[in-house]
C-alpha cells in the first residue's frame, strides 16, 4: 500500500535536465585540477606479438612530458586482476596488469603511458617511443581458436576455451524424437560497442599529504570502483573517494575495469598529483569493452499442432584475450542460453555454451547483457516454424505464450518468474498495430514490387538482481542499495542515494518516492548521488536495479523518517502519532486532513530548540535504509516489440518505417522518463541489427575504427516508436517497480530481423546475420 | 609558437595566444572554460561540438582557433543566457528530450539552426537536418518532438506537437 499516490506514476519533468540545456552539465571531461597532468598511450599496433625493444628516453625529454611509464616502472604498483567468478565451474582468464610486459595481446593493448602538461603534448612524446614488437600468428576467429594446434591467445591459460557448460533437462532428446517438426537455424552475430556519447574520462588525484585518493570517474558504480582501487593498490576503502559527476552515457559499458583507469590511479599514486585521461574515440574503439560476437546453431521442436516441446541451442561466443573484471565476459553467454525461449510454455531444453579466447579487445556486459541474442534465435525459430505449420506469427505466439494465469513458473533453463503478461501483451501489440490492416497493404504493395516486413517478438528482460548475480561467484559487487534521507532544519528532504544518474532519471523518480512518503513535493526533495563519501554504499545503477532496488530503498528510508517525524510530532502536539499523517508539507490529522504542525517547523524544534522537547525524546530528522531483494532471485519483466520494414531488393537497403512495444515494468514510476528509456533502448538494438560492427581483418586489425567508418543509428535512419504498457507489480517489494532500462534493446534486433525476413520471404531469401547490411541482405537474395 | 588571437564569443571581444593546432573547441573548453561545448569524436561526425560561427552552425571540433580570428562565435552557454533558445529548452524539457546530456548542446545548435532556415520543418525534415547529430541514449523521438513543437510555436500555430 502507498499511503500517497500524488507524485508516483507521475510524468514529472526532470529537473537535472535544466543544467544540460543551459550548457552547465559537470562531466568529468569538464573538470580541470590544480597541477593535473594529462595522459597518453602508446598502444600495440599489432594484434600479438613480442616486445623485443622498447626505449623511451626520446619520449622522456620531450617538451612538456613529465614521466614516462612502463609495465616495468608501473605494474609493481598494483595488484594484477583475473576475471574470473568461482560459480562458472572451470572458467579460466591470464592475470591482467596496467601495461603491457613482455606480449601484445591486441590492437590497442597499451604498452606506454606518458604524462604531460597537455595531453597534445603527450600525444607528441607517444610518436617519439621506440617500440619494436616481434609479430606472432594472431587468435582471430573462434572456431579457429579451438583447432588443436593453434597457439593460446594470451599467457596464463592452458587453452583458447574461456568457459564451457551445459544446461539440459533430462527429457531433451525424447522431446525430438516424439515431435512432428522440427525447424532449426544458424545465426551470426556482430561485434559491437556502447559508443557512448562521452568517452571514458578520469581523474585520479592522490594527496600525499592526507593520504587521500580523490578519483573523478565516469562511471555508474562508484562503490565497486571504491573497493577496486583500495585493494588494488593496497589503500584503505575509508581513504578513497570515487566521484561520478554526470556521465555521457554508460550502458553497462564504464563499470569494468580498464587498463588506461587504474594506470591513471597508479600514476597519481606515484606523483602525488592529479592524472587526468579521456580516450579519444579512436582510442575507444579499441579499449572499451566491445559486445556480443556470438555464433549460434539451434534447433526447436514442435508437435503437430505447432506448440514448441524443446529447443536445443549451441552458443560460440569470443570475448578477446581476457574476461573481464571483475564481472566476467562469461556473463552474457551464460544469460543467453539461459533466456532462450524464455517467454514460451517450452518443458525441455539443452544450451551448450563455449566462451573462447581470441586476439581482440575484451567483450563484456552491455546493455541488455545475452538477451537480443536469445530473442533474436528463438524468434527466429518461432517464425520459421510458423511458416512450416502456415501459422500466422501471432497465432503461433497464441498457442505458446506462458498462459497470464500460469504463474508461478519455472522455465526449462530455470528461471523463476512470478507473474509475467505475455498473452495479454501480444493481444495489446495485435491492435495497437492494426495486424490486418497492415497485413493486407504489405500484399497489396508487394504487387507494386514493394516488399514490407512485419515483426513479432517477444522477451522477458532479467531486472533487479540480488547477490546471485556475482555475490555468490566471489565479486565484491554490492547486491544492495542504501539511502540516508533527512529532514532539513528548514523543513526540505534530502536524499543521498547509492543508485546513480546517468540521464535515465534515477534523481527524478527517487525524489517523486521519497516525496511520497513525507508528504511534500518532488521539488522539496533534493537527491544526491555518485559520490562514495556522501552517498551510503551500494550496488548503484547497473542490470536495471536503480527503481527497483533503489526505488524501494528510498521507499523504505521514506517510511523510516516519516515514523520519526510523525513520533516526534506526537511529541510537540501531545497526540497520537497513529492519528498523524504527513501531507503537503505538514504533519496532519489523519481522519480530517487539518494541518498541525509544518515540517518547517518540526525542523525548527528539533534542530534549534530541542529544549523544549519532552524529556528523552529522539530530535533525529536523519534516517537510514539499506535494502536488498530477498524474495525471488530477480525480477523479471515481459513485454513484445513489432518492426514494419520496407527491404529495396534491389540496393539491399532497408527503412524502417514503425516501431512499436508493449512493456510490462510493473508499476511505473514516471511514464515520460519510462518511454524514453524504452525508446532509447530499442535504437541501442536496432543499431546492431542494421548498422553498428566492430570490424576486424585476418590480423586482427580492426578495420573501421573511427565514428566515420563506424556507423551509429542516427534520427534520420530511425522510425517513429509507439510504446503502451501493462502494469503487473512485483509483489516482492512495497513499491512493486521493476526495472525497464533494457527491455528495448532486448528484443528490437529480433523483431527487426524477422520483419526483414518476412519482406523476403516471398522471394524465397532468408538472413540470418547482424548487422543486416545492404551487402549481406543481397547476398541473402543472391545478388550478389 | 602561440598566434594572437582575437575574435568576438557571446558577445564578448576575446584576445587569447593560441598554439596553430588549438581547435576552436579547446579553446573554448580549455582556455575560456566554456564546458557546454562536448568533444565526442573530435573528427566532425557526431555533432556535440557545434557552434555557431557567424550564425551558422560549425563543428568547433574541425575549426583551428586561429581560423575563427576575427568572427563571432556563439556557444550553448551564450544562446542560454541571452534567452534565444529558451522556448526550445522548454519543449526539450517537456519532452524529456535528452538523458546523459552530452549531445544536448549540438541538438539545440542544430534544431536552432534549422528554425531559422526552415521554420516549418516536416518531421522527416527535422529527422533529415539532425543527420550530424549522435544521441546515444534517446530514442531521437522525443528530440524530434521537441523541435516540431517549437516550430508550430515560433509559428504561432496553436497546440501542442504530439
Ligand atoms: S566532436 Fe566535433 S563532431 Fe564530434
Ligand atoms: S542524451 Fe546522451 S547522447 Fe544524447
Redesign the interface.
Known amino acids: 500500500m502507498i499511503p500517497s499516490k500524488n507524485h508516483i506514476g507521475q510524468s514529472h519533468?526532470?529537473k537535472n535536465?535544466?543544467?544540460?540545456?543551459?550548457?552547465?552539465?559537470?562531466?568529468v571531461?569538464?573538470l580541470?585540477l590544480p597541477r593535473m597532468v594529462h595522459a597518453a598511450f602508446v598502444r600495440s599496433p599489432m594484434a600479438k606479438g613480442n616486445i623485443v625493444e622498447l626505449d623511451v628516453s626520446e619520449a622522456a625529454a620531450a617538451s612538456g612530458v613529465v614521466r614516462v611509464f612502463t609495465a616495468e616502472t608501473l605494474n609493481h604498483t598494483c595488484v594484477p586482476w583475473t576475471g574470473t567468478l568461482d560459480h562458472f565451474a572451470g572458467m579460466q582468464s591470464g592475470a591482467q596488469n596496467m601495461l603491457a610486459s613482455n606480449e601484445v595481446l591486441w590492437v590497442g593493448h597499451p604498452v606506454v603511458m606518458i604524462l604531460a602538461h597537455s595531453r597534445?603534448e603527450a600525444e607528441d612524446a607517444c610518436e617519439l617511443v621506440m617500440l619494436d614488437i616481434e609479430d606472432e600468428d594472431a587468435v582471430v576467429d573462434g572456431d579457429a581458436a579451438l583447432v588443436k594446434g593453434t597457439p593460446l591467445a594470451a599467457e596464463g591459460i592452458n587453452s583458447n576455451m574461456c568457459f564451457q557448460t551445459v544446461l539440459e533437462t533430462p527429457d531433451l532428446d525424447d522431446a525430438f524424437t516424439r515431435s512432428a517438426h522440427v525447424v532449426e537455424g544458424k545465426f551470426t552475430f556482430g561485434r559491437h560497442t556502447?559508443?557512448?556519447?562521452?568517452?571514458r574520462a578520469i581523474i585520479a588525484d592522490f594527496d600525499p599529504s592526507t593520504g587521500q585518493l580523490d578519483v573523478h570517474h565516469g562511471t555508474q558504480t562508484p562503490y565497486q570502483f571504491q573497493d577496486v582501487y583500495a585493494r588494488h593498490f593496497g589503500l584503505s576503502e575509508g581513504r578513497v573517494r570515487v566521484i561520478a559527476p554526470?556521465?555521457?552515457?554508460?550502458?553497462g559499458m564504464k563499470l569494468h575495469v580498464y587498463h588506461e583507469e587504474m594506470a591513471a590511479v597508479a600514476a597519481s599514486l606515484m606523483l602525488g598529483r592529479p592524472v587526468r585521461f579521456v580516450a579519444?574515440?579512436l582510442e575507444s574503439f579499441v579499449s572499451d569493452i566491445h559486445a556480443r560476437d556470438h555464433r549460434v546453431t539451434a534447433r526447436m521442436a514442435l508437435d503437430a499442432e505447432g506448440g514448441i516441446l524443446a529447443m536445443d541451442v549451441d552458443d560460440m561466443t569470443q570475448i578477446g584475450a581476457f574476461s573481464s573484471y571483475p564481472r566476467t565476459s562469461v556473463a552474457e553467454g551464460n544469460q543467453v542460453i539461459r533466456l532462450m525461449g524464455a517467454p514460451y510454455q517450452m518443458p525441455d531444453y539443452r544450451g551448450r555454451l563455449s566462451v573462447v579466447f581470441q586476439n581482440k579487445v575484451q567483450t563484456s556486459q552491455y546493455r541488455a547483457v545475452g538477451h537480443p541474442i536469445a530473442c533474436a534465435v528463438t524468434e527466429a525459430l518461432v517464425d520459421r516454424a510458423a511458416e512450416l505449420l502456415d501459422l500466422d506469427p501471432f497465432e503461433i505466439r497464441r498457442r505458446n505464450l506462458l498462459a497470464d494465469d500460469a504463474y508461478p513458473h519455472i522455465s526449462a533453463t530455470g528461471y523463476q518468474f512470478e507473474k509475467l503478461s505475455h498473452q495479454a501483451s501480444l493481444e495489446k501489440l495485435h491492435q495497437m498495430i492494426g495486424y490486418e490492416a497492415l497485413r493486407a497493404e504489405q500484399i497489396a504493395l508487394r504487387k507494386q514490387g514493394i516488399y514490407r516486413g512485419i515483426g513479432i517478438a517477444p522477451f522477458v528482460e532479467i531486472t533487479n538482481p540480488g547477490a546471485a548475480f556475482y555475490g555468490i561467484g566471489g565479486a565484491r559487487i554490492s547486491a544492495q542499495d542504501g539511502a540516508v534521507i533527512r529532514l532539513t532544519p528548514a523543513g526540505d528532504v534530502h536524499c543521498a542515494i547509492s543508485v546513480t544518474e546517468?540521464?535515465?532519471?534515477t534523481e527524478t523518480i527517487i525524489a517523486q518516492i521519497v516525496a511520497d512518503q513525507l508528504g511534500v513535493t518532488p521539488d522539496q526533495v533534493k537527491v544526491t548521488t555518485g559520490d562514495t563519501d556522501n552517498t551510503p554504499s551500494g550496488g548503484a545503477t547497473w542490470a536495471c536495479r536503480g527503481a527497483g532496488i533503489g526505488g524501494e530503498t528510498a521507499l523504505r528510508a521514506g517510511r523510516k523518517l516519516q515514523a520519526q517525524i510523525l513520533t516526534l510530532a506526537g511529541e510537540i502536539l501531545q497526540a497520537d502519532p497513529m492519528h498523524l499523517a504527513l501531507a503537503s508539507g505538514a504533519v496532519v490529522d489523519k481522519t480530517t486532513g487539518q494541518e498541525r504542525i509544518t515540517l518547517a517547523e518540526i525542523g525548527r524544534i528539533a534542530t534549534y530548540r530541542p529544549d523544549t522537547l519532552p524529556k528523552g525524546s529522539d530530535n533525529s530528522l536523519t534516517a537510514a535504509q539499506h535494502f536488498a531483494p530477498s524474495g525471488y532471485p530477480f525480477d523479471f519483466t515481459n513485454g513484445i516489440q513489432a518492426s514494419h520494414v520496407e527491404v529495396d531488393i534491389e540496393t539491399g537497403v532497408t527503412r524502417l518505417l514503425k516501431h512499436w512495444v508493449v512493456e510490462d515494468c510493473g508499476r511505473i514510476i514516471n511514464p515520460?522518463?519510462v518511454d524514453?528509456?524504452?525508446?532509447?533502448?530499442?535504437?541501442?538494438g536496432l543499431g546492431p541489427a542494421f548498422f553498428e560492427e566492430c570490424l576486424y581483418d585476418d590480423m586482427g586489425q580492426m578495420t573501421n575504427a573511427?565514428?566515420?567508418d563506424y556507423l551509429?543509428p542516427?534520427?534520420?535512419e530511425?522510425p517513429?516508436?509507439e510504446i503502451a504498457h501493462i502494469e503487473t507489480p512485483t509483489l516482492d517489494t512495497i513499491l512493486g517497480a521493476k526495472g525497464v532500462g533494457e527491455a528495448?534493446t532486448a528484443a528490437a534486433g529480433a523483431a527487426a530481423m524477422n520483419a526483414v525476413n518476412d519482406a523476403l520471404r516471398p522471394l524465397g531469401a532468408r538472413i540470418s546475420q547482424t548487422p543486416m547490411t545492404p551487402l549481406r541482405i543481397l547476398t541473402a537474395l543472391g545478388h550478389v | 609558437m602561440k598566434t594572437d588571437i582575437t575574435l568576438t564569443i557571446n558577445g564578448d571581444a576575446v584576445r587569447e595566444a593560441v598554439e596553430p593546432r588549438t581547435s576552436l573547441a579547446d579553446l573554448l573548453r580549455d582556455n575560456l572554460q566554456l564546458t557546454g561545448t562536448h568533444l565526442g569524436c573530435e573528427m566532425g561526425a557526431c555533432g556535440a561540438c557545434l557552434v555557431m560561427l557567424d550564425g551558422a552552425p560549425v563543428h568547433a571540433c574541425l575549426v583551428l582557433a586561429v581560423q575563427a580570428s576575427g568572427h563571432k562565435v556563439e556557444t550553448i552557454e551564450g544562446l542560454n543566457e541571452r534567452g534565444l533558445i529558451k522556448d526550445l529548452q522548454e519543449k526539450f524539457h517537456d519532452r524529456n528530450a535528452l538523458q546523459c546530456g552530452f549531445c544536448t548542446n549540438g541538438m539545440l545548435m542544430s534544431a536552432q539552426a534549422l528554425l531559422l532556415d526552415n521554420p516549418t520543418p516536416s518531421r522527416p525534415e527535422i529527422r533529415e537536418a539532425l543527420s550530424g547529430n549522435y544521441c546515444r541514449c534517446t530514442g531521437y523521438e522525443a528530440i524530434v518532438d521537441a523541435i516540431s513543437a517549437t516550430a508550430k510555436m515560433r509559428s504561432g500555430q496553436a497546440g501542442e506537437a504530439s
Open positions: 519533468r526532470r535536465a535544466f543544467r544540460h540545456l543551459a550548457g552547465r552539465g559537470r562531466f571531461t569538464d580541470a597534445a556502447a559508443v557512448t556519447l562521452e568517452p554526470d556521465i555521457g552515457g554508460s550502458f579519444d574515440r546517468q540521464g535515465q532519471g515520460l522518463l524514453e528509456q524504452i525508446r532509447g533502448g530499442v535504437v541501442q573511427s565514428l566515420v551509429v542516427m534520427a534520420g530511425m517513429d516508436i528495448g
